[in-house]
Every structure is written in C-alpha cells, then in structure tokens.
C-alpha cells in the first residue's frame, strides 16, 4: 500500500505532466489535498510531506481539526463543501480560501463573520451549478454576476475565481463543464477579474488542468477511500 507521501507525489507528477501537455506552467496550479473525513493523523503525514493547502467540506470538522492541528503554524484551510450560513462563523474563524459561496446572502454572512473575526480577508470563489444538477449546490450561471457583485461589496473577502463540481463518472462530460467555466469566467472579466479556476479532482484533474484549472482539490488518490 503507498504512503500518503508517495501518493502526494504521484498526484504532483499528473499535475505536471496534464500541465505541460496543455502548454501551462505545472506552478500555475495549486493541488489543494481534500482531509474531509480522515483523521488529523493523516493531515500530520501529508504535512511532514511538505504539503500545505487542506481541503475541509464539513463546518464543524474543520473547526475540530483547526484546532487540533493548530501547532501546524503555516498550514492553510481550504473550506469546499456547502456552506450555511449558520456555519460560517466557523469557517470564518479558520479557512483561508472558500471555494464555495453559491449566493449573495451567504456571501454577505461570511463577509460579516470573518470581519468580527478580525482576521485577514479570506479568498473568496464562487461555486457555479453549470451542469445544473439539482442534487448539487452552486449559483446558476444567469445569477453569477449577481453573486460576484455581493463578494466584492464584502471589504473582507478577496474574490479569487469560481469554482464548480461536473456530473460524477463521465468524463466528456467534467470536460464540458470545465471548460464551460472557464467561458463564465471569459464572460465576467476575464483572468484579471477571476484568476482561479477550482476544478478537478481524483478521477479527471487532468481535465481540469487542460481546461484551466489553477486549483485542483485531490482526495481520495491521496488518503484512500473514505
């Protein structure tokens, strides 16, 4: 069985290798390790292998592991999954970038919240439903302007990109929903408005990367099935 160090690397190498095929940079994008469901043990092991940016989807579980692995000065919270606004004084206090605002009353919540925090802005992206599944959460397209007019009014959010979530297990498909993000993003400002693409996971990040994609959110190919 690999080691979560071994895993890490091999998930850097698909990077790399989707990157230079697509004619990108393999530093332009980020791999964010997804530790939702798995024990702060694992968390200290993919650290101890050099890696920094951990992805939460759970409001309360990411306040548990903050705190347990607060000795972990540099490491960096990515919260990922839906977020209620109830929650966000949690993820407010510890996430440094959520990929994951789907409207503007959720927006202006966590603005709130990581104001009182007094905490540094927090890197804001917008979750879009572009496949449309009901089962899935994220702004319709017609009502992403509205939403990316919301975080910007937010002085303590710092609008990164957009972020999305493709049908699972058909890969033509995470495809075209890729690279229908990467056409909103054309539309509301292009790179300079919208630098982050959050978008690629486990089974089709080489997708994502050819499509755009500067964060990819890794983790079962990392820690093993949940």
């Known amino acids: 069985m690999s080691t979560i160090a071994e895993n890490l690397a091999a998930i ?40 920094r940016a951990f992805g939460e989807s759970y409001a309360q579980e990411l306040d548990a592991k903050a705190r347990d692995l607060a000795d972990l000065a540099d490491i960096e919270w990515h919260f ?52 449309g599944e009901a089962q899935k959460h994220g702004a319709p397209p017609s009502e992403l ?13 710092d609008l990164r990109g957009l972020m999305t979530m493709p049908p699972a297990g058909d890969l033509d498909e995470a495809r075209r929903t890729f690279e229908a993000l990467a056409q909103l993003r054309d539309r509301h400002g292009g790179i300079a408005a919208l630098p982050e693409l959050s978008m690629g996971m486990s089974d089709d990040l080489e997708a994502g990367v050819a499509a755009g994609a500067t964060l990819v959110r890794v983790g079962s190919a990392i820690f093993g099935a949940r």
């Open 12 to 51: 850097r190498g698909r990077i790399r290798d989707a990157a230079r095929a697509a004619g990108r940079d393999p530093a332009s994008v980020a791999l964010v390790a997804v530790s939702k469901k798995k024990p702060a043990e694992a968390i200290r092991e993919a650290y101890a292998a050099g890696h």
């Open 80 to 131: 990922i999954g839906h977020l209620q606004s109830n929650k966000a004084k949690l993820v407010a206090a510890h996430a440094r970038v959520v990929h994951s605002i789907d409207g503007a009353g959720l927006a202006r919540e966590l603005g709130r919240r990581v104001a009182l925090a007094g905490r540094p802005k927090v890197g804001a992206l917008i979750e879009v439903s572009v496949a």
């Open 145 to 157: 302007g509205a939403v990316i007019e919301a975080v910007r009014a937010e002085a303590s959010l």
